[in-house]
């Protein structure tokens, strides 16, 4: 038994080895496939390195004479059962599975999915988790994810600010839209292509509303925001 043991553990520690040089080896096959999401990649290292450690847990066994064949079957009647008990479960795996398929997100993106908002962190099989703004982390399901509307904010390079600010029904109009516009051309975070777009919107109840809509690289979207929302109250 002592002998057994003693290979046991050994068969362990070399699995234990041979999974990190694995998962080192994968992840640098696939560092450079760019088609792959930042998700995807990292699914297919934790796949690889945890696969090569069960592997070696089950030659393991084999070491201290246990009889593997019905352990394995006894295994795959357990999944047969638990499958039935774990819906939700392998209903957030086959949607964490069509997710890095699909790619609807990537890490760092900032996302609206499952009625909350925040960075992707993270995901597992099961799990997608969110930082959100105030630092807070969310684990969302997948399945709850897949099923609902995503929403990626950041998922594309420009973005349109969307601002509204109203006159009075007795000032100029023609000043307002030009005090808007030279705004706007100052801005240097403003983009020119696609153009901004500045016209009267709305005759509301107390003022004439004007829509203020510059194009901004997604980085620079709240402090353009911010800036040109001082500058107008300045002007």
């Known amino acids: 038994w002592a002998k057994n043991i003693a290979f046991f553990l050994i068969i362990l520690l070399i699995s234990w080895l041979l999974a990190k040089i694995v998962s080192k080896a994968v992840k640098k096959a696939i560092a450079n496939v760019g088609s792959a999401s930042a998700l995807l990649k990292d699914f297919i290292v934790n796949i690889s390195r945890k696969t090569i450690l069960l592997v070696g847990f089950v030659v393991g066994l084999s070491m201290l004479e246990v009889n593997v064949g019905p352990l394995l079957a006894a295994i795959g009647a357990a999944g047969f059962i638990l499958g039935f008990a774990l ?21 760092g993106d900032f996302v609206d999915v499952a009625g909350t908002s925040g960075t992707v962190d993270a995901m597992t099989i099961v799990s997608t988790t969110l ?6 982390k969310v684990v969302v399901p997948n399945n ?15 973005r349109r600010v969307d601002l509204v600010f109203g006159i009075g029904y007795s000032d100029d109009m023609a000043k307002a ?5 030279d705004i706007l051309a100052n801005h240097e975070a403003v983009l020119k292509d696609p153009e901004p777009v500045v016209k009267v919107h709305e005759l509301a109840d107390s003022s004439v ?27």
Not at 131 to 136: F, L, S, T
Not at 177 to 181: H, P, S
């Open 87 to 107: 819906q939700g479960t392998l209903s957030n795996f086959a949607a964490g599975i069509m997710i890095l398929i699909y790619r609807p997100f990537d890490v």
């Open 131 to 136: 930082r959100k703004p105030d630092n807070q």
């Open 144 to 158: 709850m994810i897949w099923g609902d509307i995503i929403t990626n904010i950041t998922g594309t390079s420009k």
């Open 177 to 181: 839209q030009k005090i808007l516009e």
């Open 209 to 235: 509303n004007f829509v203020v809509r510059p194009w901004v690289e997604t980085a620079n979207y709240w402090g353009v925001y911010w800036d040109i929302t001082r500058a107008v109250k300045e002007r």
